[in-house]
């Protein structure tokens, strides 16, 4: 059991198997983004439930993208809007290693057919390291909320706050649903600023 868990500790350490399959076509390129999306497809075509929380999951919860995609609900301008946008991306990319070691995990703890009891303790250990890798991606949304209100005037930032405190309850909800019942702690793990997926 030791060995399984030092195994794929050291995987969700070092994510050379999601930067393999998502390919380096250079950082926020479009070219990048696609093969990113392509992989991750690819990904989730072959994992069965539990396995159902994929990265485009967790992006939902960037502050930034939620602000911006309450456009009319808040009145943003233009400029507003423009400026959401770019710090979506930037905190995407602060994320960028979390998210590649969360892909990893994925791939590690995939389900198979007449699993063995390493199987399963493999799932069972990565499960919580995804666990771990999700609280971290959370804690820095925590962190760029902020970020994201400063982009507002006074008469906006009470409704987004309501926004992101609403979301915040999903969130949880929806984790534990897509991992077949796990929970994420609430607030411990850092409180995310984002919706829930859509479908």
Do not use: W
């Not at 392509?38 to 992006?59: C, F, G, K, M, Y």
């Not at 982009?151 to 930032?157: R, W």
């Amino acid at each position: 059991m030791l060995r399984v868990r030092y195994a794929l500790i050291a995987l969700c350490l070092v994510p050379a198997v999601a930067g393999a399959q998502m390919g380096r076509s250079g950082v926020g390129s479009r070219t990048g983004e696609s093969d990113a999306r392509r992989a991750r497809t690819d990904i989730d075509r072959e994992n069965l439930p539990p396995l159902r929380l994929r990265v485009s999951d967790v992006q939902d919860y960037n502050p930034a993208h939620v602000l911006g995609d309450e456009k009319k609900a808040l009145k943003l301008t233009d400029d507003q809007q423009a400026k959401l946008k770019d710090l979506r991306k930037a905190i995407d990319q602060s994320n960028k290693e979390l998210s590649d070691r969360f892909d990893s995990i994925r791939v590690a703890i995939r389900p198979t057919p007449n699993p063995s009891d390493e199987d399963r303790v493999r799932e069972t250990i990565g499960r919580e390291e995804l666990t771990r890798v999700v609280q971290a991606i959370r804690a820095n949304y925590a962190a760029a909320e902020p970020q994201a209100l400063a982009l507002l005037d006074d008469t906006q930032k009470a409704a987004a706050q309501e926004i992101l405190a609403k979301q915040a309850k999903e969130f949880d909800k929806t984790l534990s649903e897509k991992l077949g019942g796990r929970g994420f702690g609430g607030r411990g793990g850092g409180r995310p600023g984002g919706r829930p997926p859509r479908g």
